[in-house]
């Protein structure tokens, strides 16, 4: 559970980087596949930074998230954007959508493969037909072990940040925050690195089509990204 502490600071130490680029390429990848997208749901919204983009172009966005303090974040930045707190294990939505997204691996942070499952049938449930789900996701062997190193100070703290493997398949995201040398507050965040044949396969026994995984979300660009894209259609 990210914390409020660490929610307030996420964008601050720099994690907006990576929503602010998916964005764009979101934007890019439904132009190019011509999809008629009029709303769009984000699972594991974080500080709302997607939600907000994509509206720009738009597109009416929802987002919603386990964390209470991303959701605070995610409603003081974008006021005008619904953001509701709930687990997407289980969380329904009062409408459906033609597409749902969940990025920056929030999908790894469902820790029981029988979860993940049950979020696979939820979205299912939600998607309107010919809808999309698309998310990015952390496999085996990803996220290389990486010692303490500093990401700055804010406020006059500073943030340690270092990664490690507890165990085969798993991963351990520390920050580590101080005040001078005195350590404030510690957030351990746990992900579950899942083998992308067995997510395509849970998304077939689901009911989902014309699933794939690719590395390369734009068809019209060579050249692959550093992260891993699931897409499937309802
Ligand atoms: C690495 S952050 C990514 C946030 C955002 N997607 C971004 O790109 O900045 C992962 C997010 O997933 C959320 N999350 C983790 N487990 C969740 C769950 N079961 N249901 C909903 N959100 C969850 C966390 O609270 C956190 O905000």
């Known amino acids: 559970m990210y914390s409020d502490i660490f929610s307030k600071m996420y964008d601050a130490f720099g994690w907006n980087y990576y ?4 964005a764009q390429l979101l934007l890019r990848w439904i132009d190019e596949q011509g999809l008629h997208i009029n709303n769009m749901l984000d699972l594991g919204c974080g500080t709302g930074i ?21 959701i605070a ?6 006021p005008h954007i ?4 709930g687990n997407m294990i289980d969380w329904k939505p009062e409408m459906n959508f033609d597409l749902v997204t969940s990025t920056c691996d929030a999908i790894n942070h469902i820790l029981e493969p029988e979860d993940v499952k049950k979020v696979m049938k ?16 952390l496999r085996p062997g990803e996220e290389a072990d990486c010692e303490p190193v500093d990401m700055g100070e804010l406020d006059g ?3 340690q940040f270092q990664i490690y493997h507890p165990k085969d398949q798993f991963v351990t995201l520390q920050a580590d925050l101080f005040e001078g040398d005195k350590l404030i507050h510690t957030e351990k965040i746990q992900e579950h690195l899942y083998e992308p044949e067995w997510i ?23 050249g692959h990204a550093a992260t891993w894209f699931i897409i499937a259609k309802k």
């Open 82 to 85: 619904v953001f509701q707190q």
């Open 50 to 70: 997607l939600c907000n983009m994509i509206a720009e172009h738009g597109i009416e966005t929802m987002g919603m998230d386990l964390s209470h303090g991303m």
């Open 122 to 137: 939820n979205v299912y449930s939600y998607l309107n037909p010919g809808g999309v789900f698309l998310f990015d996701f």
């Open 19 to 22: 929503p602010e680029s998916f």
């Open 157 to 159: 703290k500073r943030l």
């Open 73 to 78: 974040m995610a409603k003081q930045n974008y």
């Open 200 to 222: 395509l396969n849970v998304l077939k026994e689901t009911g989902f089509q014309d699933v794939r995984c690719t590395d390369q979300l734009l068809e019209s660009e060579s």
